[in-house]
């Protein structure tokens, strides 16, 4: 090779920058949340209304436990809040008394009577408005008895926390619900009408990807669709063992039409696959003269 343009053309070539381009990143598909029901009392369970793969809303009610003495004792407790006899009849007392203590304080002004009638009829007075006081308490307290009853009612009802689908049922009508078996939930739930991504970033990536950032995400399943997630998390911690850090996108996922658990790969336009080749300097002339020559 004796051509003087060798050097020249090979020189510019490398002195070219590396075209850059995005790179994708592994990721996977995670429900938003996934919830395992349990009871927060012990009871007999009666009904089961959900099987496996059903959609439930937030409210709606998926066990339900035996509560007949439950429903008693609520019935029991309005029934006293709604009592009104004792109040009636204290009322009425109070009233009568008020009069006959007027009475008497006319008549000892004009000396029909002692002091001491007087004396004690204001006394009957007086304990008429404390009679009364304590049937009004009372009713009030079995107010607050029936809100209890009710509770204690509703608690024998378990209903659904989310918006999801029922991942797993492990109970069934006959089986006793124990709210003190921590390893067995009744129900477990997963809310999928948002999605969230996880994936693990290089720490060279550290600072070039940005909560609010529109992702490009291809899942596995159904396959070929694409799309556009946003992050919501950039972890500010990178795990010095594997030089990674972690990033969460959410994706509305309205339907349910992609499915939690698969796995997707992520186009961040920030990270790039290689980074610019820094330019070749050219060689001296004299340098370039002697490869000429050869």
């Not at 008693?72 to 203590?101: C, N, P």
């Not at 009030?140 to 009710?150: C, H, Q, V």
Request: positive net charge; charged residues 25%; hydrophobic residues 45%.
């Amino acid at each position: 090779m004796n051509s003087p343009y060798f050097f020249p053309l090979a020189a510019l070539l490398c002195a070219l920058p590396v075209a850059a381009s995005a790179a994708p990143v592994d990721c996977l598909i995670e429900a938003r949340q996934t919830i395992e029901v349990r009871p927060s009392t012990e009871g007999l369970v009666t009904r089961v209304l959900v099987q496996r793969g059903d959609t439930v809303r937030a409210g709606q009610v998926l066990i339900e436990l035996d509560a007949g003495l439950e429903r008693a004792s609520a019935d029991i407790a309005k029934f006293r809040s709604q009592m009104q006899g004792a109040v009636q009849s204290r009322e009425s007392r109070l009233g009568f008394l008020a009069q006959k203590a007027t009475r008497r304080d006319k008549l000892v002004k004009e000396n029909f009577i002692s002091v001491q009638d007087r004396d004690e009829s204001a006394a009957e007075h007086r304990l008429a408005q404390a009679e009364l006081l304590d049937a009004t308490d009372a009713r009030k307290l079995a107010t607050l008895e029936y809100r209890r009853a009710s509770e204690q009612l509703r608690l024998r009802t378990i209903r659904s926390p989310i918006d999801g689908i029922v991942v797993e049922r492990l109970i069934n009508p006959g089986e006793l619900a124990d709210n003190r078996d921590i390893r067995k939930p009744l129900l477990k739930l997963a809310e999928i009408n948002v999605l969230h991504i996880e994936a693990l970033m290089p720490s060279s990536a550290y600072g070039t990807v940005k909560a609010g950032e529109q992702v490009a995400v291809t899942p596995e399943q159904p396959a070929g669709k694409r799309l556009n997630a946003t992050i919501k998390v950039v972890d500010r911690v990178i795990d010095a063992a594997s030089g990674t850090f972690g990033v969460r996108m959410e994706l509305a996922n309205p339907g349910g039409a992609i499915p939690a658990g698969v796995k997707c790969k992520a186009d961040f336009p920030t990270l790039m696959a290689r980074k610019p080749a820094p330019p070749v300097a050219a060689p001296p002339a004299t340098v370039a003269a002697r490869v000429a020559k050869k």
